[in-house]
């Protein structure tokens, strides 16, 4: 039999070779996986004949890793839309293959095809896609009911348009497209205004039915709609019920893990099922001799936990809980009493096994992390657990003592975590998870699931969090309830996990002494600046908007703050925010709206909300909502201009009586031009168009050149006027547009004209984020590169 060291030695090695290959920018030949997978196998059978070359087993499992990684990433990358089908009406007939998540605008559902019609052929698309059911808010999408009658194992025929997995790529942002490949889904598209056809209610899926009945009973039982999707997500995982509003309260108060089916609800679960079963168990001496009632309880509770799982969805977090719960109790079962960080390791080699692209998510190494320092900190937790025969009230005490122990462990274990992956931690968040750890897992939980035998209970549990938003509400109101810190280095981000892991375990102070000089240039992180006198500049990747940062040594300008996804959605949430914290950035010093088109101001309200902004910039009329969010606002009108740390901003348009008469707002787009002491220039257009660029050519005429130019109106025909580029004469033209956006932006003639004055185009769509700094320019899509992301064609010739 292995010793712990071979074991341990052979899962790392297995380890390893998964997060090699999850480092591949591309995906070779299928023979390479083959022969890595066969190479890999030949080498671990060698290392097991011969003890005394034990290395070429290990060298053998990481190939593997690497190898059967590699393979399945081909199954599926070969699953991919065929490049000609994208953006046609194809018909395609299928079954509604998970619950539809409601949305402000509509329905989002993933859609399982059984045939697919490109007129009168069948065309091959994925088996696998996701689909949104719009009410008008995209201008194709079908207008009409009966989004709200769509129902999970339904099977219906939809007119779509489709296109491939293409997210937003942004520095240190969520990778949408990991995500969808990870969950095998391989295209994505919007149902058309085309009648579709509902042809069998109940044609498969039946947990997801059971799941989508319970969910409307849900909603039918409970009068308020905010404590109907809370109840909603802890019984069916529906976490597109949750509203906007309590998902930013659960974020700034830790509790975003508690309002969804988490690993932590399936360990409870699986916990008190495994009580309950033990303890009926141990009651027939039948039973007793047949099976030992630890094993019972420990099979049981596995078995309760995955039955729950599977209800919530089956989503990634709940599965890889139940790999790892099923990992310890097989190892329990076999009589293996192996040291917890060996049983955590073993734990995540099975979740690797299903699933790869695990060891890529956020989730993976809180659940993993979570579990590890509980364990840790076991001994010091037992040394305080309450003795048989104690008095209750000593009992009642040593019990509390311990749970806040527990909490503290977690809260102060994970922030290192929470703020390398999430660039924030909550300050509030041991207070609030004291309280509302027990009450969701221990009281609202099971009430909601017993809400299904007995739907009264849905308001009692509804009672509870009304009670509990009370709190949260209070604690998210103290100052610094959020503490946020920049991406720190690499170095430093290892240094505060070490810390993290120090301050929890049972060590001597001396020793965990050194957690507080570990963790303070994590927790301190100054993050790199341009020089007094320098700029860099940030086109953000916004999909078809425009929003651009522009830094100098102590300032920060934001040039438009994106576009509105939906009515519950925009990019200053999903994009800026999160961008801005990681780069350290607490204010906005400027903040410039070109003009009142929602591609433009659509994040606006979420930044103005969420940051201090110094003053807004803007063309907005008067009377517009978001003039009134600003502490301080004024008009951009040409003339004005300021210098920060030795750069210098001029608005060149509009004019007063430019913006007094233009009859459209792009006409009024406010124009800022950016010059620093090295002569590095850029000029930011908004949606001038061809009219406002002869007038600027004509009044400001040679001082219009800069070495980059953010393309006006994101490259329609109606700018970039020829007599424009002949003054501007960019070197760079950078293209803020969305991918196969419905504009057909940038226009293949301004394209031409951009090449002719000698300028290299940047589109978002190929290069995602673009940065510019003094030491050159860099696509995030190049430099963040890996295998699942989708290559967009660079703009055409």
Request: proline share 7%; glycine share 10%.
């Amino acid at each position: 039999m292995p010793s712990l060291a071979a074991w341990l030695a052979a899962m790392l090695a297995w380890l390893a070779g998964v997060a090699l290959q999850l480092q591949q920018r591309e995906i070779g030949p299928p023979v390479l996986a083959v022969g890595a997978v066969g190479a890999g196998l030949v080498l671990l059978l060698a290392g097991v004949r011969w003890r005394r070359l034990q290395w070429l087993a290990l060298a053998g499992l990481l190939l593997l890793g690497f190898g059967s990684t590699a393979g399945r990433a081909g199954l599926r990358l070969a699953e991919a839309l065929d490049p000609a089908l994208e953006g046609r009406d194809l018909q395609l007939t299928g079954v509604v293959a998970a619950l539809p998540q409601r949305a402000a605008d509509g329905v989002r559902f993933r859609f399982a095809v059984e045939e697919a019609r490109d007129g009168a052929a069948r065309v091959a698309v994925p088996r696998l896609v996701a689909l949104g059911w719009y009410q008008g808010a995209h201008p194709d999408a079908a207008r009409q009911p009966p989004q709200d009658a769509l129902r999970a194992g339904e099977r219906w025929r939809f007119v779509v348009r489709l296109r491939q997995p293409h997210g937003n790529l942004n520095p240190q942002g969520f990778d949408v497209e990991l995500a969808l490949f990870e969950q095998g889904v391989r295209a994505v598209g919007y149902v058309r205004d085309d009648p579709p056809q509902r042809l069998a209610e109940a044609a498969g899926h039946p947990v997801e039915r059971l799941r989508q009945r319970l969910r409307d009973a849900v909603f039918a039982q409970v009068g308020d709609a905010r404590a109907a999707g809370v109840l909603a997500a802890l019984t069916v995982g529906d976490q597109g019920a949750i509203a906007r509003e309590d998902w930013e309260l659960f974020r700034a108060t830790g509790l975003g893990h508690l309002m969804s089916i988490s690993g932590l609800h399936v360990t409870m679960f699986a916990w008190l099922a495994g009580g309950l079963i033990g303890a009926l168990w141990r009651r027939s001496a039948r039973a007793v001799h047949a099976v030992p009632a630890p094993q019972a309880a420990r099979w049981g509770g596995l078995t309760a936990a995955a039955a729950y799982a599977v209800l919530a969805g089956w989503g990634v977090p709940a599965q890889r809980t139940v790999l790892m719960l099923a990992s310890a109790v097989l190892l329990r079962s076999l009589g293996r009493r192996w040291p917890w960080p060996l049983v955590l390791l073993a734990a995540a080699t099975v979740v690797t096994l299903a699933d790869p692209w695990a060891l890529l998510q956020a989730g993976f190494w809180l659940s993993f992390a979570a579990v590890g320092l509980l364990m840790a900190s076991e001994p010091a937790q037992a040394a305080a657990a309450p003795a048989a025969g104690q008095p209750w009230t000593s009992r009642a005490r040593a019990l509390l003592s311990g749970a806040g122990r527990t909490q503290l462990v977690a809260s102060v274990g994970l922030a290192p975590l929470t703020l390398l992956f999430f660039q924030q931690v909550s300050v509030v968040g041991f207070l609030a998870n004291l309280v509302a750890i027990p009450l969701i897992t221990l009281v609202v939980t099971p009430l909601a699931l017993a809400g299904a035998l007995l739907p009264w209970l849905w308001g009692m549990a509804a009672a509870l969090l009304q009670g509990l938003t009370l709190v949260l509400d209070g604690l998210a109101s103290w100052p610094w309830a959020v503490w946020t810190v920049p991406a720190a280095a690499p170095w430093a981000q290892g240094a505060a996990l070490l810390a993290g892991a120090l301050l929890v375990m049972p060590l001597p102070w001396r020793l965990r002494a050194l957690a507080l000089p570990l963790a303070l240039p994590m927790l301190l992180g100054m993050p790199a600046r341009p020089e007094p006198g320098r700029f860099e500049l940030l086109a953000a990747d916004v999909g078809q908007g425009s929003a651009v940062l522009v830094r100098t040594a102590r300032h920060l300008l934001v040039y438009d703050a994106g576009p509105l996804y939906g009515r519950d959605s925009d990019a200053g949430e999903r994009v800026l925010l999160p961008l801005l914290r990681a780069r350290g950035e607490p204010r906005i010093d400027t903040l410039v709206l070109s003009h009142r088109d929602s591609d433009h101001v659509g994040g606006a309200r979420a930044l103005l909300s969420a940051l201090p902004v110094g003053e807004l910039l803007s063309s907005l009329k008067d009377g517009h909502p978001l003039r009134a969010l600003a502490a301080r606002e004024r008009p951009c009108l040409a003339g004005q201009g300021w210098t920060w740390d030795g750069v210098r901003f001029e608005l060149l348009h509009p004019r007063p009586a430019e913006l007094a008469l233009a009859a459209r707002p792009n006409a009024a787009s406010c124009v800022l031009r950016i010059v620093d002491a090295a002569g590095r220039s850029a000029l930011l257009t908004g949606d001038i168009e061809r009219e406002q660029e002869l007038a600027l050519v004509e009044r400001v005429g040679a001082a219009l050149k800069s070495e980059l130019l953010l393309a006006p109106h994101h490259g329609s025909r109606s700018s970039s006027s020829e007599e424009f580029l002949a003054r501007v004469q960019p070197q760079v033209v950078v293209v803020q547009a969305g991918y196969r956006n419905r504009f057909g932006h940038p226009a293949p003639e301004v394209l031409a004209r951009y090449r002719g004055a000698g300028a290299t185009v940047v589109a978002s769509p190929s290069c995602g984020a673009w940065q510019w700094r003094a030491e050159g320019a860099q696509c995030e899509r190049d430099a963040a590169r890996r295998y699942w992301h989708h290559r967009a064609a660079d703009v055409p010739e």
